[in-house]
């Protein structure tokens, strides 16, 4: 039990963790950004390295390598994104009444630079553990891709919650293509293509005869699975979600707090100038 209990903690731990300090880092003022996405593609390289290192180690310790490794990779995909250094060259809301193939070229002129790079590294990965024992780290990349990509199209369609607390104020732009509804038709499709995939993964993790370094491996990446499909049921369920991370947002909080009190300062010294003329 243990040789499951353990995987599965570690997954949602890294999962939550690194989830809030991408939260944390893309609510940060702007001028921080060239820091955050410098360590952010130092972690890209380092995850890179990780997931060519451990393809070919089929240890316990070489499946908890892997998919951290994985995550490390994914993050800068996500920090790259809210950031703004990689999105798209459409930087401007969609305009009202906009609909249908019109509106959805808009969103893919938004997104087109993150959408490349997230195939681009999904190609990387795959190249690099390609005919090796460990695949974790590829493994981990698709379900993050196709959860993630799943997620953005539920979206783009309309569902109960939105969530718009986690888009930053500098890409406010994003919430024009985010529609507002009980339901779409894509949402019973993805949940059920990903909870067979979630099935088909614990089947094969608690299969007779596993071995422990698969059994680690597949237990964390079924993990992963499960949380991106209660990820998407939040979507639907009338139940908020940002308490999850709010030790993240509380950077946009103290941001505000900052950009107020410049303002309040600058009106005094106006007021102070204008008295002295």
């Known amino acids: 039990m243990v040789e499951y209990l353990l995987p599965a903690l570690f997954a949602l731990f890294l999962w939550w963790f690194s989830t809030g300090v991408v939260i944390y880092l893309d609510n940060l003022p702007v001028r921080t950004f060239r820091w955050s996405m410098l360590g952010g593609t130092v972690g890209l390289v380092v995850g890179l390295y990780g997931v060519a290192a451990t393809s070919g180690d089929t240890s316990v310790s070489g499946a908890y390598l892997a998919f951290t490794s994985a995550l490390l990779v994914w993050a800068w995909v996500e920090l790259s994104y809210y950031t703004n250094y990689l999105t798209g060259p459409r930087q401007i809301s969609c305009p009202p009444g906009c609909s249908g193939w019109r509106h959805f070229g808009h969103a893919l002129q938004s997104n087109i630079y993150h959408e490349l790079a997230i195939i681009v590294l999904g190609i990387v990965l795959a190249l690099l553990t390609w005919g090796d024992g460990n695949l974790v780290a590829l493994w981990t990349f698709?379900?993050?891709a196709w959860m993630h990509e799943s997620a953005r199209i539920n979206v783009f369609l309309g569902v109960r919650n939105l969530n718009e607390e986690f888009v930053p104020e500098h890409m406010k732009f994003l919430r024009s293509f985010m529609r507002r509804r009980p339901m779409n038709l894509f949402f019973p499709f993805s949940v059920s293509v990903s909870t067979v995939a979630l099935v088909l993964l614990v089947q094969a993790a608690v299969a007779p005869g596993v071995d422990a370094a698969t059994a680690v491996g597949l237990t964390l990446?079924?993990?992963?699975m499960a949380l991106a499909i209660l990820e998407?049921?939040?979507l639907v369920i009338p139940m908020p979600t940002a308490f999850?991370?709010?030790?993240g947002l509380k950077a946009r909080d103290r941001n505000a707090d900052?950009?107020?009190?410049?303002?309040a300062d600058a009106d005094v010294s106006s007021s102070s100038s204008s008295s002295s003329g």
């Open 142 to 144: 698709l379900v993050l």
């Open 221 to 224: 990446v079924a993990t992963l």
């Open 232 to 234: 998407h049921w939040f």
């Open 244 to 247: 999850l991370w709010h030790w």
């Open 258 to 263: 900052q950009v107020a009190t410049k303002a």
